[in-house]
């Protein structure tokens, strides 16, 4: 890097880089781009925003940097704490070389030759304009040298002023909260061994009543599945910004001479409202040579069917049922396995249970693959029953504090997959499984949080080194079986992250099907992931972790817009129930290509009880959106909807994708359009009219969805 300033430019997005004459180059300015900068152009663009010299202050200002640090004069949240032995605590690195990239990202390398460490800073632009940072340090000094943390950084927009993450629970991961960005640091750290199902899959910060269709809104995500904290902070001098980092625990990370270690991709990206914020990592996403290519399969997974109650004639029958609805794909959860007849027992055991399946696991698949259906498998690979075989034989591999294991969670403990042997035993038997039957796809389940996680050996914290190898794991199976898929599970969504998605093809969303649940997880966990991602089952008419009943229309107008599938014993259906299933299954899969493409769009409604959500076509002359009433709306008739990511001058056909579902209530008169679409004459608007005057909303009962087709109407 020279010592005039940088712009990068990519997707519509600009980041300034300004040369420090104390450390690494200033964030100057993320965000929206800045257009064709000239050299005087770009150097004015960093003389307005340089600080004066207050009293009271260090005489040098402080400046948010790609590492800040005290050397420099931060007082803030520091880049990086580590110690050679209580010494070299204060790291100032000197820039030596900087080398732009071709993706219109840079790399720059620093040291410290008196404090022994070498730095290397990535700083990339995605073709969606995502903002992209990870760090290398490099031990480059004669003993040991321990990394406390070491962070990533963004620069917040001068207009933010508002705070959006998300936490939760199991069975209702990704609520939404917010606040006002005061001065002062917000963080949300994980120290569950993986994000947790209370982690934000984004912490954003932006204008003043941000939404989803307008204002400026900046935010940031960490590609790692362990320990991990984000924070946003706002100094006494008015510096607001975001930053991302690993969690580690003492001696955890310790770099032997010439060791290095290198930070997660933190991901940073911004929009005029969540909807083209998250336009932009779907975008990226889609665009890894790792995303699935083929269209995803309709899926049906046994769990809430059958439970651990494993018997070959029923699971034929209900794959028979399956595939007669047009399913494409039959799981077998859990239970399959030796000696697993509930969840105390058995984990790690990884060989078919010959008093179930006495002829092995081929009589199953060969029926379903026989019905033209792929088969998927469950395994939980990370966890441990203390009553098993592995345990009795190898309790040492087990994480856990010195003489003593940590306390149950599911009645299970984890295995410590930075134990070389332990690794091994896992890749051999699935390896074994995968290769000795005829399956397309493995669910991998992680049932409990992380506590005491040590390595046995050394009593050393191994979170670290887990992750690392579970990424090794999964990259070695892809490897051995070109082909397979993998859907990542964790007690439902709580491993929901792009580090663990760039070595599998989907996430459960969550363990809770509720539909209401789910149109809350599925709207938040899609801030960051695409919908074809998102594991949306229909569940049974009372969902089995809330007690709610619902319809099924309703159900199945909530799964749709994902990765659709079933999770509910359809053996005993009545005919309307199958043929009700059958439609939707057979709408999804004419919908799938732009579901599965689409911009994803969220409209901002007033009233609190009505949801409005779509998809919109690649090419914007298709689009399905879902108008749900959660709940009991204080307007009746309830107000107008407004249709956000259409082409505005296109002339769109307002259709009904579901007909049967629009009919008015006892004592109600059909809407204008509502009677047009059923009466086969369309209303056509345009793609402005629709955005900005929209359609009054049909009065609906609570909880009940309607499906609303707009096609681009052909003169």
Not at 144 to 166: C, N, W
Not at 385 to 391: E, G, I, V
Not at 630 to 640: E, F, L, V, W
Not at 668 to 680: E, K, M, V
Request: net charge negative.
């Amino acid at each position: 890097m020279t010592s005039s300033p940088l712009h990068l430019s990519r997707g519509g997005t600009s980041v300034v880089l300004e040369p420090h004459p104390h450390g690494l180059p200033v964030l100057a300015y993320w965000g929206p781009a800045l257009g064709d900068l000239s050299a005087d152009e770009l150097s004015a663009v960093v003389a307005a925003q340089q600080p004066q010299r207050v009293s009271g202050g260090i005489d040098v200002p402080a400046r948010l940097t790609l590492l800040p640090l005290e050397s420099a004069g931060w007082q803030g949240t520091p880049g990086l704490t580590g110690d050679r032995g209580g010494a070299h605590l204060y790291p100032r690195f000197t820039v030596v070389a900087g080398e732009s990239r071709h993706d219109g990202g840079v790399v720059i390398e620093a040291r410290d030759d008196g404090a022994g460490l070498a730095l290397t800073v990535h700083v990339g632009l995605t073709a969606s304009g995502l903002l992209t940072q990870r760090l290398v340090l490099t031990n480059t000094g004669d003993d040991e040298y321990e990394v406390r943390s070491l962070r990533t950084f963004f620069p917040l927009h001068p207009i933010a002023a508002e705070v959006l993450d998300t936490t939760g629970r199991h069975l209702r991961e990704r609520s939404p909260q917010r606040h006002e960005l005061t001065t002062g640091t917000y963080a949300r750290a994980s120290r569950r061994g993986r994000p947790g199902a209370d982690a934000t899959v984004l912490l954003a910060a932006g204008a003043k009543g941000f939404g989803f269709e307008h204002g400026l809104v900046q935010g940031i995500h960490l590609a790692w599945s362990g320990n991990q904290e984000v924070l946003v902070e706002k100094t006494p001098a008015g510096q607001a910004f975001l930053a991302a980092g690993e969690v580690l625990s003492p001696r955890e990370v310790v770099l032997a001479p010439g060791g290095s270690y290198s930070t997660p991709e933190a991901i940073g990206s911004w929009g005029d409202g969540l909807n083209e914020l998250s336009g932009r990592f779907h975008r990226d996403v889609r665009s890894r040579a790792s995303h699935p290519q083929r269209p995803r399969p309709v899926t049906l997974n046994t769990w809430e069917a059958v439970y651990f109650d494993l018997d070959l004639p029923r699971l034929q029958a209900l794959a028979d049922r399956a595939a007669s609805l047009g399913v494409e794909r039959f799981v077998l959860d859990d239970g399959w396995f030796r000696g697993r007849r509930d969840d105390t027992s058995s984990l790690g055991d990884w060989y078919v249970d010959e008093t179930v399946w006495p002829d092995g696991l081929a009589p199953i698949i060969d029926h379903v693959r026989g019905l033209g259906m792929e088969f998927g498998l469950w395994f939980e690979p990370e966890m441990v029953n203390p009553d098993s075989d592995l345990a009795r034989a190898h309790p040492d591999w087990i994480l856990q504090p010195e003489g003593r294991l940590p306390l149950p969670g599911r009645q299970q403990q984890v295995l410590n997959l930075g134990h070389p042997d332990a690794y091994a035993y896992i890749l051999e038997r699935l390896d074994d499984i995968l290769t000795a039957n005829d399956i397309a796809y493995v669910k991998w389940d992680h049932n409990r949080d992380l506590l005491e996680a040590a390595d046995a050996r050394t009593g050393h914290a191994a979170v670290h080194r887990h992750v690392e190898a579970l990424y090794r794991l999964l990259d070695e199976l892809r490897l051995r079986h070109p082909g397979l898929e993998i859907e990542s599970c964790a007690s439902g969504g709580a491993r929901v992250d792009l580090g663990i998605l760039a070595r599998t093809d989907r996430i459960w969303t969550s363990d809770c099907i509720d539909p209401i649940e789910r149109l809350v997880n599925q709207k938040y966990t899609g801030l960051v992931v695409p919908p074809e991602l998102l594991g949306m089952h229909v569940g049974g008419p009372v969902s089995h972790s809330t007690g709610r009943a619902h319809t099924l229309p309703f159900r199945a107008a909530t799964a749709i817009f994902g990765h659709y599938g079933i999770e509910w014993d359809i053996s005993d259906l009545t005919d309307g129930e199958y043929e009700v299933l059958g439609r939707y299954a057979g709408l999804h899969r004419s919908w799938r290509d732009d579901l599965h493409r689409g911009a994803v769009v969220h409209a901002d409604l007033v009233d609190p009880a009505m949801d409005l959500r779509g998809i919109v076509s690649e090419d914007r002359q298709r689009a399905l959106f879902a108008y749900t009433l959660t709940g009991s709306s204080a307007s009746y008739p309830p107000g107008r909807l407004t249709f956000p990511g259409l082409e505005a001058d296109t002339l769109y056909s307002v259709q009904l994708a579901v007909p049967e579902e629009g009919q008015p209530g006892n004592g109600q008169s059909a809407l204008a359009w509502l009677r047009s679409a059923l009466d086969g004459e369309p209303l056509r608007l345009s793609g402005r009219v629709l955005a900005q005057a929209g359609l009054q909303a049909p009065v609906l009962l609570p909880e009940q969805s309607l499906l609303i087709e707009l096609r681009a109407a052909r003169s």
